[in-house]
């Protein structure tokens, strides 16, 4: 009896260290800055050549809660709009190191592939390869069912909104970070999926490569 109590402790301890391994934490956000929103709306440009510098855990936590963070802790309200507050978005972040999941009421970064897929995302992106210079991506996806069962057929319009409004607020912190930014919307949806693993509900949306801009002059 003792061995088998034994061994399920062993067990639980496994699973609750491979459960905190699988997640990172986020510094906590800044809330002022030096930029004002102003200068950034004055300051941003599509930018598509970058620095291979990786960027900071700082500046990764900056920029995600800028485009989905929890700004009411009480009411679990988000940096962006919603209908109905239903926040139908999920993000993901590609870097050198892998894939990541944001989960913003936690203000962590669930990994999910332990592997570079950025080519990959530049080849879906029909080889777009500032894409893979980039040393950061970010992929906005949308589950439209969540909206849809509430709003029906004006669900799709609500969350390509939700879509833009999150992906306006990413350049606009990159511009206040001292970093370049651009939109892709064109890629093959199913090979983005595929490159990373994303479960069949979160269609991918946007894809905004963030880094360093590489003056070209």
């Given amino acids: 009896m003792q061995k088998k109590v034994f ?4 067990s639980l301890l496994f699973f609750v260290g491979y459960a905190m391994a699988k997640t990172i934490d986020l510094p ?9 929103v102003e ?9 598509r ?19 989905q963070g929890i700004t009411d802790p009480q009411w ?3 940096s962006v709009p919603s209908a109905g507050a239903i926040y139908p978005l999920e993000i993901y972040v590609a870097d050198r190191n892998g894939v990541y999941h944001y989960l913003p009421v936690k203000n962590k970064l669930e990994i ?14 029909l080889t ?8 950061l991506c970010i992929i906005i996806t949308g589950s439209f069912k969540k909206t849809r069962d509430k709003y029906g057929i004006r669900a799709e319009r609500y969350v390509f909104l939700e879509a833009g409004h999150a992906a306006e607020n990413i350049h606009l912190q990159a511009v206040a970070l001292g970093l370049g930014s651009v939109s892709v919307g064109t890629f093959w949806d199913d090979v983005i999926s595929s490159a990373l693993d994303l479960p069949p509900q979160n269609e991918p949306l946007y894809i905004i490569p963030i880094g360093y801009i590489k003056n070209e002059k």
Avoid: H, N
């Fill in 7 to 10: 061994a399920l402790l062993l």
């Fill in 28 to 36: 906590q956000p800044k809330t002022k800055g030096k930029v004002s």
């Fill in 39 to 47: 200068e950034a709306i004055k300051l941003r440009r599509s930018e």
């Fill in 49 to 67: 050549s970058f620095y291979s510098t990786p960027l900071t855990k700082e500046q990764i936590a900056q920029l995600l809660w800028a485009c």
């Fill in 76 to 78: 679990e309200f988000r």
């Fill in 112 to 125: 999910m592939i332990s592997e570079d897929k950025r080519s990959s995302i530049s080849r879906a992106a």
């Fill in 128 to 135: 777009q390869t500032f894409i893979e210079d980039a040393p």
